[in-house]
């Protein structure tokens, strides 16, 4: 039976009627359409749906819709400003080419925001400790991790 | 080359700005009206018979669109290099990913329900998971039909004389290497969108990685299925990964069609992980005999490989890959005498595809451990005994390579440099060092009858191109090296350039994203285009300039003469004249290249590829000789690219295959127990993560390559070819035990430790 | 999505527990990392799910010199693993949360909820036990305590009975001289432990064993003490040849089972290693 729940999503409020075993993933790409967070396993295993709740990176597979009421979602469209500037953790990731196929890149950059958000200056091991539960099968995530330390470092 | 503007700058690759915002659409975005969602039944057993098969209650269920089962294809129907796979399976079934039945329905938890209420009685058969078993007399035979469970592919190449060359050897070591089923762990899984319009013709949304091939193989289908002379589109979403995974065509996606043609509407086939993981063809395993000799001074004089490959229940480009085998076998260091043979093998497992590599990483394994056996028996140091055999520029290899630049002794050289060899190694402490040597194709690779790609470029009123190329991206990124290509040819931003390679209906004919072929062919076919567009340019620009078209030059979008710089015209004006004049045109040029390299001939001999690309990586460990623990202390990766088109993409492909090699290496293998896949989940299946990255560098050599695009090599596949035995060797080198068996676990190296315990008390 | 279930979600404890003892076929959920994978293959299907999550009076981190420590049981691993008071304390609990998963999970899946799960394979139970740690549970009926080392019964199985809930995690105060050690072997850095030691060591005056604690994880059904190791350390001073023969009667004592990714006799060894090291290691904490 379907529920209201209002929350916040990337910066608007959002009331919407949800079923409950629907997943925060289920929700935001198959009936909200923000299909930029991504399904790479569905258990908490590879990140790629990861997004940032009330400022923590959560994997939106193994997370109930209805427990986002009142609370606020960020997902990777929410990252860009209005205007379409990118976030300087998007312009590191495009520069430092740590981009190949992409599949993991929104989950690994919330991952990498949620770090940021709370670490002025992170290490090379929170970066990574940061990101170990996001997979990437490309990259080998040196670019990956190196486009992290270049916002750190930046800023 | 001096004076260039675009290649060899560290270009982003084109498509991130989408990819980092969630914009890009890939196959599993991508919705269409009124689209039905298709899903599996797979078999319940590896081998059984199906006694009954009963989908009325899936079909009661509302929401059900239709049902698939083998009788809804002719029984003839076969997909795969050896036409031994039928799409939907019927009569008996060869192992757990085969296909009974399918449904398309209105969502996609109607149809998984849908597949809960059908019935299937099977009679269960004695299965065969182990290749071995499966070429014994009287093993039970998968394909009856074929009267023997191994392939009807008898490889087998032969140069020079072995046994004259082993009696004539110093020394000789001889062992057995075996290697694990490890598959790709594309991010996004697989999956496509069949649509039919109401003549009957097929458009495939779909992330393959051989457009053309794959078109092919649906116009074959449609003609099977009672659809004669149907044209079939295939439009390629963003693909998240491929590998190799995507170089065939699978049963999915003709189950799609089946369904899309049942249903007249458009239906979605999506993979889910656990599918990706049982459903798709992974890398097989091999077990490879190999001996090895050598003369006094370390000069290898032959090598002899028997290798047994478990095929798995179907034939995929898994059976294939001897032939890519065949190259370091023969090829990598200067070797007179070669013998190999290789045998596929039916069993009830899963079954076989290319994985980055094709077969290499196998072979490589075996022949870079068997050396440094070599080496120790010679008493020669690994790293001199490489040197000493390293391959140069002009050889021609037994196999009939034709070696042109090659930049294999510096690769060595740097390895060496940088991990502070002649300190570190044989110095105990449970530290070692390793290394290990690649050949790899760099100019295309003649497995075809054609090795071409197509390129046609068309210039707009502003001077900007559309760059139509038949080549894909599978996240390597061919479309940025393209586009620098052309920009750097045509003397225009990049940012002008637009490259369009998801589409048959408007991208030529192309071969596929295999081989590490992508820089080089396409790289070439773009080449060529964009010269013959210049050349059309300037002509134009000449009458209007009054100038001979050879002293007319493009720079930054504007023409000019190179004699008289004030005479100069924006390359948009000039183009803009030619359309609005009477009797104008419209410039476009096509160009389809195709290397001058070879198939095999009868005795698998031929230059396979135009130029074959060389490294070598060196590795530093430290065990845990408590725990079996190995500690990537550092790693380097060297490798010759002919020349670096875009070195921040080139450094990506070497990470990234550096870290999937350390994968197969340490840790990775699908762990089938009697046919049924144990770990096919990304907890049990252990893919490295950001926290299992080691100290690492790429290094990149340039030999300029004759007949590359400005001097470019391939290098898809070659960053993980050399890593497994380069570790296995460093640990030897470390502990003194030698690990034939990848993966290379703690509990194999403490067994290996306790038994050199045993042996020298 | 999951099968189908009707979704409860008290705001308070009391709500909670009346509507646990009201409906039969309920699965609590506490951050659900592990219950809503198990749920969506499909394993379980509960008619109802009661997400306890929102329980704000159970999400709480209480340190007193005298009391101890306290964790609610909806306290995050997170939670846990960025509190000062306990990265003070008891620097084992945050050097174990630390390598709990992935920081996505950390960051919703809780103490409490972990521990009802009852993994073997889990970390935070054996290090617990280490500090010897009690766990309240608690129904409509009332409230208990109980030894957490008391609270495994089986794989997959509490000492919770129908009705109840876990509470709280209560560790007792850090005593003087005391020092504790955990590490898992894993496959891989950020990966499940194949198996897991946690020890701790208290010393008396003299340096020698005051008490000591050896428990280990992934090594049977539960969470396992290693008594006799225990008893052997009590009265001696430190010798890396005593940690070694704890080492060996843990891997004599143990009860591992082999699995896909390890024997029984490669867990065996690795668990007489880990605890060897991590006696040592607790012991050199004690003694600084």
Same mark, same amino acid.
């Given at each position: 039976? @379907? ?109 990498? @925001? ?34 992290? @330390? ?6 | ?291 090895? /000799? ?17 095929? /798995? ?449 | ?288």
């Amino acid at each position: 039976m @379907k529920q209201e729940i209002v929350f916040n999503l990337n910066g608007e409020a959002v009331r919407v009627e949800v079923e409950p075993e629907w997943t925060l993933l289920h929700f935001l790409r198959e009936v909200y359409g923000l299909t930029g967070t991504k399904e790479g396993c569905g258990y908490g295993e590879c990140g790629a749906c990861t997004v940032i709740i009330d400022g923590k990176a959560i994997n939106s597979c193994l997370y109930p819709v209805l427990e986002v009421a009142g609370k606020s979602v960020t997902t990777i469209e929410g990252l860009a400003s209005k205007d379409g500037e990118l976030h300087p953790l998007q312009k590191a990731f495009v520069e430092q080419g740590a981009v190949q196929c992409g599949f993991c890149i929104p989950g690994m950059i919330m991952s990498a @925001k949620a770090l940021l958000d709370e670490k002025e200056q992170p290490s090379e091991d929170d970066i990574k400790d940061s990101i170990a539960g996001n997979l990437c099968r490309c990259t080998g995530y040196v670019k990956i991790i190196d486009a992290i @330390k270049t916002v750190a470092g930046g800023r | 080359m001096d004076g260039l503007q675009i290649i060899g700058k560290r270009i982003p690759k084109r498509d991130a700005p989408q990819k980092v915002t969630g914009s890009a659409v890939y196959i599993q975005d991508l919705k269409i009206p009124g689209m039905l969602y298709g899903k599996i039944l797979y078999s319940k057993y590896p081998h059984a018979r199906i006694l009954k098969l009963d989908t009325s209650k899936a079909e009661k269920l509302p929401g059900v669109r239709a049902v698939v089962t083998a009788t809804d294809i002719p029984a003839t129907f076969r997909i795969g290099v050896m036409k031994d796979n039928p799409p939907l399976k019927t009569g008996k079934v060869l192992s757990t990913r085969d296909e009974i039945v399918a449904i398309a329905a209105t969502t996609p938890e109607i149809a998984e329900e849908a597949l809960s209420l059908i019935d299937v009685e099977y009679e269960e058969l004695p299965g065969i998971f182990d290749p071995l078993e499966a070429m014994k007399e009287g093993a039970p035979l998968i394909h009856e039909e074929m009267k023997s469970n191994v392939l009807k592919m008898p490889w087998k190449l032969v140069c020079g004389d072995v046994e004259a060359a082993k009696k004539e050897s110093a020394f000789i070591v001889e062992d057995t290497f075996s290697t694990p089923w490890v598959t790709h762990c594309c991010l996004g899984t697989s999956g496509c969108i069949a649509q039919f319009d109401t003549n009957n013709n097929l458009t495939m949304y779909s992330n393959t990685q051989i457009p053309s091939l794959a078109q092919n193989d649906y116009i074959d289908a449609l003609a099977a299925f009672g659809l004669k002379n149907k044209r079939v589109r295939i439009v390629q979403s963003v693909i998240g990964g491929g590998f190799g995974s995507k170089l065939d065509t699978y049963a999915y996606e003709y189950i799609a069609i089946l369904l899309a043609r049942k249903t007249r509407k458009p239906v979605k086939i999506i993979f889910s992980r656990e599918e990706e993981f049982f459903a798709t063809s992974p890398r097989q395993c091999t077990i490879t005999k190999i001996s090895h /000799g050598c003369d006094k001074e370390g000069k290898l004089t032959f090598r002899e490989i028997d290798m047994i490959l478990d095929n /798995g229940a179907y034939t995929s480009w898994g059976a294939t890959t001897p032939s890519v085998m065949m190259m370091p076998i023969s090829s990598l260091y200067k070797v007179p005498n070669i013998k190999y043979v290789a045998k596929c093998v039916y069993t009830n497992n899963t079954y076989s595809q290319a994985m980055r590599g094709y077969g290499n990483p196998q072979a490589t394994f075996a022949i870079e451990s068997s050396l440094d056996q070599l080496a120790e028996k010679a008493g020669i140091d690994p790293y001199e005994l490489r040197l000493k055999n390293a391959n140069e520029p002009g050889e021609i290899t037994p196999q009939h390579f034709k070696i042109t630049s090659c930049g294999m002794k510096e690769c060595i050289d740097e390895v060496v440099k940088r991990l502070n060899w002649k300190e570190k190694k044989g110095k105990g402490g449970n530290r070692g060092v390793g290394m290990a040597s690649l050949i790899h194709v760099g100019g295309g690779a003649r497995v075809y009858k054609s090795d071409g790609c197509g390129t046609i470029i068309k210039m707009d009123d502003f001077g900007k191109v559309d760059v139509f190329t038949g080549s894909t991206d599978i996240g390597q990124g061919s479309e940025t090296i393209i586009a620098q290509i052309v920009a750097e040819v045509l003397g225009i931003s990049i940012d002008d350039v637009n490259v369009v390679n998801n589409d048959t209906d408007v991208c030529p004919w192309d071969v596929g994203a295999h081989a590490s072929r992508t820089t080089f062919v396409a790289g070439n076919s773009a080449l060529g285009a964009a010269k013959k567009i210049k050349a059309q340019i300037l002509e134009v620009a000449a009458k209007l300039l009054e100038e001979d078209p050879a002293s007319l030059d493009i720079k930054n979008g504007v023409v000019f003469s190179t004699k008289n710089n004030e005479k100069n015209t924006p390359l948009g004006k000039a183009l803009r004249k030619l359309h609005y004049t009477a009797g104008g045109k419209m410039l476009m040029a096509e160009y389809f290249y195709d290397p001058a390299n070879e198939n095999f001939d009868k005795e698998f001999k031929g230059n396979l590829s135009v130029s074959y690309a060389y490294g070598a990586h060196g590795v530093e460990v430290e065990v845990d000789k408590e725990t079996g623990q190995v500690k990537i202390l550092n790693y380097i990766a060297a490798h010759d690219v002919g020349k670096a088109i875009n070195p921040l993409l080139l450094e990506g492909q070497i990470y990234g295959g550096g870290l999937q090699g350390i994968g197969y290496a340490l840790g990775e293998k699908m762990i089938y127990e009697k046919g049924r896949l144990m770990n096919g989940n990304f907890l049990d299946y252990k893919m490295p993560t950001a926290k299992d990255v080691p100290p690492v560098q790429a290094v990149i050599i340039e030999s300029d390559e004759q007949d590359g695009p400005f001097g470019a090599k391939g290098i898809g596949e070659p960053g993980l070819v050399p890593t497994a035995p380069a570790i296995a060797n460093a640990i030897y080198d470390a502990v003194g035990v030698r690990i034939k068996d990848l993966p290379i676990t703690p509990e194999k190296i403490l067994k290996a430790l306790k038994e050199k315990e045993g042996s020298t008390k | 999505m999951i099968n189908d279930f009707n979704y409860l979600k008290p705001d308070t404890l009391k709500e909670a527990l009346a509507m646990y003892a009201e409906h039969d076929d309920c699965k609590v959920i506490c951050g659900g990392q592990s219950l809503l994978i198990v749920m969506r293959q499909g394993m379980i299907s509960p008619e109802y799910l009661l997400d306890i999550k929102h329980v704000t009076e159970l999400d709480y981190i209480k340190f007193d010199k005298k009391d101890g420590l306290r964790i609610g049981a909806t306290t995050t691993h997170r939670e846990i693993e960025k509190f000062n008071v306990i990265k003070k304390n008891y620097p084992v609990l945050v050097s174990m949360e630390n390598k709990l998963a992935s920081i996505q999970v950390r960051n919703w899946g809780t103490i409490g909820g972990n521990l009802a799960h009852a993994d073997p394979a889990g970390d935070p139970a054996p290090v617990l036990i280490a500090l010897k740690a009690n766990i309240r549970v608690g129904g409509a009926e009332g409230d208990r305590t109980i030894l957490l080392e008391d609270f495994f019964v089986n794989y997959f199985e509490t000492a919770l009975n129908k009705g109840e809930l876990v509470l709280e995690v209560h560790v007792p105060p850090p005593e003087p001289k005391m020092g504790a050690a955990y590490q898992k072997f894993n496959l891989l850095e950020s990966d499940m432990g194949i198996v897991a030691a946690a020890a701790s060591v208290t010393l008396n005056d003299k340096g020698k064993c005051k008490d000591a604690r050896i428990v280990l994880g992934n090594a049977g059904a539960t969470p396992k003490r290693i008594k006799r190791a225990e008893e052997l350390l009590i009265g001696k001073a430190y010798d890396e040849n005593l940690f070694a023969e704890a080492g060996k009667i843990a891997s004599e004592d143990c009860e591992p089972v082999a699995d896909i990714h390890a024997s029984e006799e490669h867990r065996r060894h690795l668990l007489g290693v880990l605890t060897k090291r991590m006696l040592k290691k607790a012991w050199e904490k004690a003694r600084s």
